[in-house]
Every structure is written in structure tokens, then in C-alpha cells.
T-cell receptor
Framework: DVKVTQSSRYLVKRTGEKVFLECVQD?????MFWYRQDPGLGLRLIYF???????EKGDIPEGYSVSREKKERFSLILESASTNQTSMYLC???????????FGPGTRLTVL | DAKTTQPPSMDCAEGRAANLPCNHS???????VYWYRQIHSQGPQYIIH???NNETNEMASLIITEDRKSSTLILPHATLRDTAVYYC?????????????FGTGTRLTIIP
């Protein structure tokens, strides 16, 4: 089975802190994605990556950056965390050319 | 991407077929219909997808109307573990480089 793991299930940070969310997949997938999920808004795509060192903006990239130095790892970075970034963050991966995305369990981030 | 409309919630008796509708009246000819579900406290899980023909796999069946303006996901023998939020998504399939836009979905509750 494909496994997508995220570094933390729960995280509490303070406003202004730099936050790193890590995602690792073990099935050699080319594509990786970061979403955030908020009540009433569904899942929204932040960034995605089709290959190592490649990244593209999703629908809500403001306030975030990403890094993909190795194929299996995709990091989401909050340069200066703000309270409106309190959310559930979900990572996903997919194998080119297939479209099925496999999701991790999510990281619930609270920014105080 | 075309938008989808789903009922916010549905109930289904355990052991019966659960039929989840989705309207996508502005779907384009090259757009696929995807279904995912999200069980509480987990990441979304891919169920099935289709273009114009009906599809079936071990989890569910997908019925797409001839005009492709609506579809129905069928869980043939619902169990309590099928209680989840179900998302209908329409997107262009670009050989694995698709962007999935999740709405708020249908909250399906299986009643014992």
C-alpha cells in the first residue's frame, strides 16, 4: 500500500514563528501536493510539485512556500506564521500518469 | 474547471445501497468526474473516477448520465465504516498533473 506520512498530527506555534511541515511518500510518486482544509471551505490547494526542485502555485499560495529537494519529500513552509493559518494541512502524492491522489493523515496546526 | 453541486448530508440504512448524487451541468468534454471520501480524522481517500462510461471497482460504482451533466456514486451494501464526507470533483485529466478542487461534499451517515 502507498504510504504518505506527515511529520506531526498536531502542532502548536506562536505568531511570527517559522513553521516546517514535512511530508514523505514511499512509493516513488512524481507528483506531490499540499492542501489546507477549513470548515465550510473544503480542501484548497496551496502548492504542488511535479518533480524534484519543481513547484507550482495552487489556489492559495500566499504566506506559504515549499521545498522539494528529494523525490520522496515535500515540505511546506510558513515563513512567519499567522493566526489565519490555523488549519488542517493535508499532503498528497500521485504516480504519473495516473490521477489517483493518496493523502496523508493531516497535520492540525494551531497558531496562537 | 466545472463546479459540482452535492446535497450537504444524507442518511442510509446499513446494508442498503447508498446513492450519492452530484450535479455538474457545466462539465466540459475533456473533464473527468472523480469521487473521494474522507472519514473523520483521516485524509481523503480516492474511490473511483470516470469520463463518460459507467465504472465499477471493489469499492463502488459510478453512473454518469448520457449528457454527463450529473452522476451518482453507488455504495452497494453500505456499512458503518462508510460513514464519511463524500466529494464529487470534476477536473481535466492531464496525465496525472490534475488539480483537484474539493468542495464541501456530502456527509453520509450510515444508520445501524
Amino acid at each position: 500500500d502507498v504510504k504518505v506520512t506527515q511529520s506531526s498530527r498536531y502542532l502548536v506555534k506562536r505568531t511570527g514563528e517559522k513553521v516546517f511541515l514535512e511530508c514523505v511518500q514511499d512509493m516513488d510518486h512524481e507528483n506531490m501536493f499540499w492542501y489546507r482544509q477549513d470548515p465550510g471551505l473544503g480542501l484548497r490547494l496551496i502548492y504542488f510539485s511535479y518533480d524534484v526542485k519543481m513547484k507550482e502555485k495552487g489556489d492559495i499560495p500566499e504566506g506559504y512556500s515549499v521545498s522539494r529537494e528529494k523525490k520522496e519529500r515535500f515540505s511546506l513552509i510558513l515563513e512567519s506564521a499567522s493566526t489565519n493559518q490555523t488549519s488542517m494541512y493535508l499532503c498528497a502524492s500521485s504516480l504519473w500518469p495516473y490521477n489517483e491522489q493518496f493523502f496523508g493523515p493531516g497535520t492540525r496546526l494551531t497558531v496562537l | 474547471d466545472a463546479k459540482t453541486t452535492q446535497p450537504p448530508s444524507m442518511d442510509c440504512a446499513e446494508g442498503r445501497a447508498a446513492n450519492l448524487p452530484c450535479n455538474h451541468s457545466t462539465i466540459s468534454g475533456n473533464e473527468y468526474v472523480y469521487w473521494y471520501r474522507q472519514i473523520h480524522s483521516q485524509g481523503p481517500q480516492y474511490i473511483i473516477h470516470g469520463l463518460k462510461n459507467n465504472e465499477t471497482n471493489e469499492m463502488a460504482s459510478l453512473i454518469i448520465t448520457e449528457d454527463r451533466k450529473s452522476s451518482t456514486l453507488i455504495l452497494p451494501h453500505a456499512t458503518l465504516r462508510d460513514t464519511a464526507v463524500y466529494y464529487c470533483i470534476v477536473t481535466v485529466s492531464n496525465f496525472g498533473n490534475e488539480k483537484l478542487t474539493f468542495g464541501t461534499g456530502t456527509r453520509l451517515t450510515i444508520i445501524p
